[in-house]
């Protein structure tokens, strides 16, 4: 067992003779525009499959109802579950606050006892207006865009948002006076 | 047994459990000599004995048996999800103990001038094939048998399905990540979620390129490299082990913290208004509204970063820690001081938000960033 192995692949074969220098590359670019060619379709159908054709999703903008059907003081939780809005009304109007966390996105209960909403995931707390007090929400919740349509109905549109941080909450849409 | 209980429900509370843990530490893991002595004044290297471990297991064993008999603790602790953690305990003192003896033993053994335990071929030593691929293959049809037996017993904890209107109170992360979802509370989740599992990580990976101590190098031993392992045991034991078993037993609804044998009260009240940093200076202390400048706002915030982060290990290489900074260079010190400062920084800001009620040192909602 104490002779030298050589192993077979260095030694030089013919098959590296008929293959010469441009050859070698054509073959080496068709290779790659292959190569490229099956990757960027296949993350161009993942792409495609991010966008779905048929969204089962409610409306983003939404009637919920007359001024008159909502309490002073009182914190509405109807369309918490399909639409994602608590709407509130005080003594000058109404406001829709998202229920989206503003801390990492958890869904927060709204407490009657305590009047405040308190989130399950890491304690944040918001008071009726959505300002955060407590935990470790770095800002308030955020308002969607309130208004009264011309049947008399409050219109909820949430594609717009406005951040108490940005000054969002002085702008008109963002409340609506009664 | 009620006023154990009550003594247990006060003692968890976290100022007083995570002080308990965090001063008796350098005492159990002594990374000086003064602790040293300490140490073996008070017998607490006994712990590391077959003796020691006959305590250790009793007394959580016993607080297991008292749990398992109250009607409230019962209902976290044979929660399906947190069978694990129980284990985990077990099982975490367990290696730990057993390194420790390792390391006491070889210890003692360098003190007589003798070689240690690993210095010789064990006896028992085992070829691959077949000894060690049997001991293996017995080793996984146990594992196997222990947990189709445990699937049977214990339920799955499946829940209803999801819904996004609805989230669980308290709302809990697999058990592995409760550590982090404890960061969460006293951090921003950029920090808490980001940067802190990414220095976690690379931090681990930089350990040995960190720790040039050639000595205790491939065999257990204590006393030749203290500190780190104080450091490591630290971090490790506390600030994420502890973590993870704060999240499951005393982290009840609405994120409150519960004593183990308290009634999970989903209107419990604690007040816990929190205030930043720069509203205690500006307007609590100098009586003024706040700056509309950011910067001017958040200037006291950024003045405690840098300075914690970064002037204080310049000035430590200049005096206390001179030795260490000659010893290890420029390179080697600041990353050990970044890490190093990162991971007592967590202790520090649970301590500020549960004392003071300080929310942030830096916070600019503006820029998402808070810190």
Known sequence: ?178 | MNYIKDLFDFLSAPTISFTLLTVAFPFIFPPTDWFDKKNKQWGIYKLWTNKGAFWIFMSITFFFIIGYFDPYFNLTMTKPDNIPIILMIYSMIFVIWLGMKKAYNNDARLDRGEKPEEWNDPDDKVLVWPDLVYIELIALILFMVFLIVWSILIGAPLEEPANPAATPNPSKAPWYFLGLQEMLVYFDPWLAGIIFPIFIIVGMMAIPYMDINKKGEGYYSFKERRVGYFIFMYGWMVLWVFLIVIGTFFRGPNWNFFGPFEWWDPHKVVPLTNVNLSEYVWVKLLNKGLPTNIIAREAVGFVAVIGYLFIMPLLLAKTKLKNLFEHYGPVRYSTLMLFGLTMFALPIKMYLRWLFNLKYIIAIPEWFFNI
């Open chain 1, 1 to 178: 067992m104490s002779e030298k192995v050589i192993p077979k692949a260095s030694i030089n074969s013919d098959s590296g003779k008929d293959l010469n220098r441009k050859g070698f590359l054509g073959w080496l670019s068709i290779g790659w525009l292959a190569f490229a060619g099956a990757t960027g379709g296949f993350f161009t159908s993942m792409i495609r499959f991010m966008f779905p054709n048929v969204l089962f999703e409610p409306p983003q903008s939404f009637k919920i109802g007359y001024p008159d059907d909502f309490t002073i003081g009182k914190v509405d939780t109807r369309f918490k579950k399909k639409y994602a809005v608590w709407v509130v009304r005080n003594d000058e109007g109404i406001y829709a606050l998202s229920t989206v966390c503003t801390h990492l996105g958890c869904t927060p209960n709204w407490l009657e006892v305590e009047q405040k909403y308190k989130c399950p995931c890491h304690g944040s707390g918001f008071r009726k207006t959505g300002v955060h007090f407590e935990g470790p929400a770095p800002r308030p919740l955020e308002r969607h865009s309130v208004s009264l349509a011309s049947d008399g109905q409050i219109i909820v549109d949430k594609t717009k948002r406005f951040k108490w941080e940005k000054g969002e909450w002085e702008i008109e849409e963002s409340f609506l006076k009664i």
